[in-house]
């Protein structure tokens, strides 16, 4: 990427010995230059002059071969009436020390020569003495002003430098055009670039133009991508830095940072400003959360330097972060970042769109369906999706194919969301045995309730990320709301692997372990967050910490009522089980059989899946209708 640094921010490889070197070598050329020109200046007076004695010089008056005497003030400088030349062909002067000589007056005037006085010349000769003592210094200066300029950033002096990134123009080579979905976040922006462009448009009907605009979202769904994208099309100044850059090990050194972008940016107006992960600088300054002295002041002159900005000057600030709750209130009120726009997790056309633009460069043949492999990734941001399509191409490659096919598609959305294939991990086949039940029951349970998700792939293929086998299942739609309903049959869904060793093998393994989180976390969340249980009714039990990243969430009751919270979501978890049991118990001919089928092909799709599913309920129903008959 192309990108210009600020003037201040130099060439920082320039940095350490050579710096000294630079200076020790100015110093010794300077030397050198005053040698020379020592020298030279004593070579030609040498050269164009020549001592005599006071007795050659009374001779040479009493002889009327002098033509001038000059007074120097410290010599008698002759010139004779015929002038000799020196080895070079120059012409000569003659020069001799004074002496107290009262006669020599008289003996030059009786003797005609022209005689010069010493006259002091106090101005030019302070001016030259000045000068000399300025002149060096002056030039020291400026010779160490350069040596600090080329060191830029770095050393003591430049510790407090911005180190701020300028892109202009088009040079981060993003678009709004590259970032797809997230449709109100680009509208928002699109705005903001617009009060860069036609201020005056805004000032005249006495609108105030934005300072700043915080971009929130959970990681990867593109809010850095966004920012690049105004910076590509903002065609101003776009000051980039992360919230971290700030942060040094000096208390200070921050502010001081922040003053210098700011003053940078005033300069350059219009302009935009750009903190990255601003939650790094911009933490609530309470306690409870550890106070440290440097973030604090670098955030307070953040807050003044927003507050000084000009409001007409068009300067704004955008910032990203995925933690907003933490943020300090002060960031957060008008005038400041009072534009909050929020980058959500991309809904299904969003996902589609995404994955449209990043196979835009990818070759893909005519099996590829992007709405499928869009529905099946519910939950997934942008980053995951830009990189299911580059697994995929990879893949494709692997196999030999010169297109990417939708099998690679969904072999790579497995390979983000599980992890790898781990084909030389060999289940012996007790423990394959037991994973297929397992898999099985979730797959059967989820298969024989209404308001669960429908199966796509059933596997036992081990995968890196830590699964020996699992049940792929994609909505039908994209869903918004979980009904109560469909809480409950998930719970079932989650306890049917268990259930299945459970009736099958008499015993229950470790395999279980995630299963039994997941349901606990979404028992917990039903009693204490969604008032889904008549025991507690409506009441908010927890908080959740963060809004967009899984920080988990932290209990706000009593002890007492936190037990009696436990056992309600005991009680969900074990009905929950017991329902689970009781289908797959009804069902256990149709467990037989899939898993049965799925030890031996090791991958099943839904279809097959299903299949089975519905010959064997055949089948049974028509064994029951036999048994009404006979009871008849
Ligand atoms: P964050 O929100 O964590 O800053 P990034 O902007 O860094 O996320 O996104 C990471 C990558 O994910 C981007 O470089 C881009 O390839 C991809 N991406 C994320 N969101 C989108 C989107 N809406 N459209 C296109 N690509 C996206
Ligand atoms: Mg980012
Ligand atoms: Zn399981």
Known sequence: MNNNTTPNNGDKDNRGPGNRQSILMFLVLMLAAFLVFGFLQRTFTEATTREISYDEFLTMLEEGEVAKVEDTYNTWRITPKEQPFGENGIELTYYTGKM??????SLMREQGVEIDPYIPDTTSSMIYQLASILLPILLMVLALNYVMRRMGGGGMMGVGKSKAKVYIEKETGVTFKDV????????????VVDFLHNPDKYVEIGAKLPKGALLVGPPGTGKTLLAKAVAGEAHVPFFSLAGSDFVEMFVGVGASRVRDLFEEAKKNAPCIIFIDEIDAIGKSRDSRLGGNDEREQTLNQLLAEMDGFDSNK???????TNRPEILDQALLRPGRFDRRIIVERPDLKGRVEILKVH?????MDETVDLEALGLATSGAV???LANMINEAAILAVKNGRKAICQKDLFEAMEVVLMGKEKKDRILSTEERKIVSYHEVGHALVSALQKDAEPVQKITIVPRTMGALGYVLQTPEEEKYLLSKKEIEARLVVCLGGRAAEEIV???VTTGASNDIE???RLARAMVTQYGMSEKFGLIGLETRESMYLNNGTVLNCSDQTATDVDSEVMRILRESYDEAKRLLLENRTCLDKIAEFLIEKESITGKEFMEIFRKVKEGQEEYHQEELIFAE
Do not use: M, N
């Not at 068009?314 to 990203?320: D, E, G, R, T």
């Not at 196979?359 to 070759?363: D, G, M, N, T």
């Open 180 to 191: 797809a979905g997230e449709e109100e976040a680009k509208e928002s922006l699109v705005e």
């Open 314 to 320: 068009a300067c704004i600030v955008l910032a990203a």
């Open 382 to 384: 942008g980053a995951d």
């Open 518 to 520: 997941q349901a606990t």
């Open 359 to 363: 196979s835009k460069h990818v070759k």
């Open 100 to 105: 107290d000589d009262p006669d020599l007056l």
């Open 505 to 507: 093998f008499d015993t």
